[in-house]
DNA sequence: CTTGCAATTTGGATCGATCCAAATTATCCG
DNA sequence: CGGATAATTTGGATCGATCCAAATTGCAAG
C-alpha cells in the first residue's frame, strides 16, 4: 500500500495469514479452508486489489498469459471487423484479452506488430496474412512453438494451422446457380490475381463453367483490386466487349456493388438486366436493392472458429498444425432476378 | 537458455558482460560504450533474444507498460472499426499495442474487460462507452490515476477527458442546407432519445429550422434506432402522414441508407422525390446513388486525435481531463438533388 | 493423552528485467 | 607519472506473484 499499489502482501498482513495463502485463494486452489478463502477475498475487495498479472506470468508459462494476439490485414472492411468480433466473444469467454492490430496490407507493420505482441507474452496469434505473406514471417513464432491461426488467407508453407472458407465450392455453386437460371455467359469480377483465394475461387468457377457445359472463356474473367469503385469500372469493360455476358459471379461483395454501381451507370438495372451473385454476404447485401444474392461466410462465425482452434491448442500445451475448411452456403435473394418470398421468412 | 528461453543472463554470459550492461543497451542508454553495445546486439540477434515485457514493467510504473485498452461499444459498425484503426495507427507509431474489446453494448461485459485490461497493466483507456454507462463505471480507474479519454460519447459527471465530434453544429449545417434548397418541412430521422448524442444533434436541428425561420414541429421527429432497418420504417412513417416532409437529415448515414430503402419501397427516387442529409460520412455515402450529402465526421480522424490525447496525458504523467470538440463538415453530393461535378474532383 | 494422517498454512527461492550505489577502467593534464 | 575526472561496468536488491518442500494445525482412533 506504501506507493499505492496494493500487493498481495498487503492483503495477507490485513487478513492475518501469509502471502502463500492469499496466492492459493487467487487461484481458487481447494486446499484452502472455507473460512479464510472468504476474509481474504474479502479483504481484497476492501483494499481495492488489482491483481498484477505480469508478475504472476513472470513464474509461468507464456501459455497463461490469459492474452492472444490478432492481427489483421484490413479493418476497415467489415468482413474482417466482423472475424474480431467473433474473436473477441470466444476469448473473452475464456478469460483472455486480445491485442488487435492492423496492418493494412503491410508486410513490416505485421512483423513489427507480431515482435511487439512476443515481447508482450501473447499465449498464442491469429493473423488475417498481409498480402505478400511468406512462411518465414512466423518461422520465429512456431519454432519457439507458439500457437498460430491463419485464417481466410492461407500462408503456403508455413507450418500454422489454419481456417480458410470452401472457396471453391462456393464459387460453383454461384456459377451452377446462374446457369440453372439459363445463362450461357457468365462473367467472373474482381480480386487480385496473384492471390491464393482468388485463384481458388477461379478454379471454383472454371469447375463450374465446365459442370454447367458451358466452355471457359478467358475473356470472361476481369480482376481487379476486390473494391466497389474497381467492381464498377471492371463491368464497365465486360459490357464494353462484343459478345457481352448476360450475368456474373464477384469476388466479394464489395466488387458486387460495383458492379450494381457500373450498370446503372449504363442504364441497366441489376438484376434485372443482369444477373449478379457476390460472395462474403456482408450486412449490406441483405439490405441493398436489390437484395444480393451471394455466397454466405459468417465471419463472425469463422473468428469464434478460429479463436475456438487456437484456445484448444494454447489449453493442449503443443501446437499440431491443422487445416480446417468452413463451409460456405448460397444465399439466394433478387439480384439474379426477383423471387418472391413470403415477407419474414429469410431465406436458406 | 535452459528451458528454451533466452535472458539477459544469457546474453550478458554470451557477450562477457554483466547483466546489467545488457540492461542498459536494452535501454537504448548512452552510457554504454559503442562497441560493447555491438557486440551485445549481436548477441542477442544470435541468440534470438526476446525481451520480456512483463518483467520489466514489474519494476516500472504502469506508464511504461506500453500497452493502452481499447473498448468499442460495437466493432461491427464501420464507424467504429475506423475509430479503432486511427487508434491503432498512433499507438503503433509510439511502440504501444493495444487491447481491443468490443462490448456489444453491455455494460456488463465493458466493466470486464476493463478489470482484465487493468490486471494486465494497460498505461491509458481510450473507450467509446456503452449506451448507460456511468461516472461510476470508470471511478476506479480515474481515482488509481489512469488517463481514460472518452470518444464519441460523453459520460455524464466522470472525470475523463472526451474528445465529442461537434453534433449540434454539424446537424445544424444539415438543416440549413435543406433549408437554402427551399425545404420548408424537414423531418429528423432515426437515434435513440434516451443518449446525449441522440440530444445534441436534435438541439442542432431545432436551432437550425429556427435560424432558417421555420417552425418546429414535434411531428417531424422519427426517433428510432440507428440503423439502416430502422431507418426504412422511419421514413415510411412519415410518408404515411398528412403533411408530408420534403426531405430529412439522419441521425446517421445507416439510417440514411434505410431512407433510401423506405423510399424506394413508395416508389420515390431519394435526391429527386426527398432530399437526405446523413451523418459520419462512411466510406459507402461516396459509392451510393445517389451519392449521400452528409456531415463527415472522419471517425479515423477522431481516433487518431483520441490516441494521441491519450499519449500525452501518460507521458505527462498526470491525467488532466480535458474536453475536446472536433469539428464536423458538410459534404454535398446528390442526395438532395443532383449536382453535377467534374468527373475526377472529389467534393469539399 | 498420545500417535497418525489429513487438512492447512507458510517461509524462502524464483521468474526476468531494472535501479542504484559503488567499483572499475580510461583519459586528461600539470 | 600521479591524481583527478570522466566514462563504463557491475553486483546485489527489488518489483509482485507462484511454487515447493517443510511446518503447523486439526481430528479421530487407540
Given at each position: 500500500m506504501a506507493n499505492g499499489r496494493v500487493t498481495v502482501i498487503d492483503i495477507a498482513k490485513a487478513a492475518g495469514v501469509s502471502k502463500s495463502t492469499v496466492s492459493l485463494v487467487l487461484q481458487g486452489?481447494?486446499?484452502?479452508n472455507e473460512g479464510t478463502r472468504t476474509k481474504v477475498n474479502a479483504v481484497m475487495r476492501d483494499l481495492g486489489y488489482v491483481y498484477n498479472r505480469g508478475a504472476a506470468n513472470l513464474r509461468q508459462?507464456?501459455?497463461?498469459?490469459k492474452i492472444i494476439g490478432v492481427v489483421v490485414?484490413?479493418?476497415?472492411n467489415s468482413f474482417f471487423a466482423e472475424l474480431a468480433v467473433g474473436i473477441d466473444l470466444v476469448v473473452q469467454d475464456a478469460g483472455f484479452v486480445q491485442f488487435l492490430a492492423n496492418t493494412s496490407e503491410s508486410l513490416d507493420r505485421q512483423t513489427e506488430v507480431i515482435a511487439s505482441m512476443r515481447e508482450h507474452g501473447i499465449s498464442g496469434l491469429v493473423v488475417s496474412p498481409?498480402?505478400?505473406?511468406?512462411?518465414i514471417d512466423f518461422k520465429a513464432l512456431v519454432s519457439a512453438g507458439m500457437p498460430v491461426v491463419a485464417v481466410v488467407r492461407p500462408v503456403p508453407g508455413a507450418k500454422v494451422s489454419s481456417l480458410m472458407s470452401d472457396n471453391h465450392t462456393g464459387m460453383f455453386a454461384a456459377v451452377e446457380h446462374l446457369a440453372k437460371l439459363g445463362h450461357t455467359r457468365i462473367a467472373f469480377f474482381g480480386g487480385f490475381e496473384d492471390t491464393a483465394i482468388f485463384q481458388e475461387r477461379l478454379a471454383g468457377y472454371r469447375d463450374g463453367i465446365a459442370a454447367a457445359g458451358l466452355g471457359y472463356d478467358e475473356g470472361l474473367v476481369f480482376a481487379c483490386a476486390p473494391s466497389r469503385a474497381e467492381g464498377a469500372k471492371a463491368v464497365a469493360r465486360a459490357m464494353a466487349a462484343?459478345?457481352?455476358?448476360?450475368g456474373g459471379v464477384c469476388f466479394n461483395d464489395a466488387v458486387a456493388f460495383g458492379v450494381y454501381d457500373g450498370l446503372r451507370a449504363r442504364r441497366l438495372e441489376p438484376g434485372v438486366d443482369f444477373a449478379i451473385v457476390g460472395f462474403d454476404?456482408?450486412?449490406?447485401a441483405g439490405t441493398s436493392v436489390p437484395a444480393l444474392t451471394t455466397i454466405a461466410v459468417d465471419p463472425q462465425g469463422m473468428g469464434r472458429r478460429a479463436a475456438q482452434l487456437l484456445l484448444k491448442q494454447i489449453n493442449a500445451g503443443k501446437a499440431e498444425a491443422e487445416a480446417v475448411v468452413t463451409p460456405v452456403r448460397l444465399v439466394v435473394r433478387e439480384s439474379c432476378g426477383v423471387n418472391r418470398m413470403k415477407p419474414g421468412r429469410r431465406s436458406a
Open positions: 486452489s481447494p486446499l484452502v508459462s507464456s501459455a497463461k498469459s490485414n484490413d479493418l476497415t498481409a498480402r505478400g505473406s511468406r512462411a462484343d459478345d457481352r455476358p448476360t454476404d456482408v450486412i449490406e
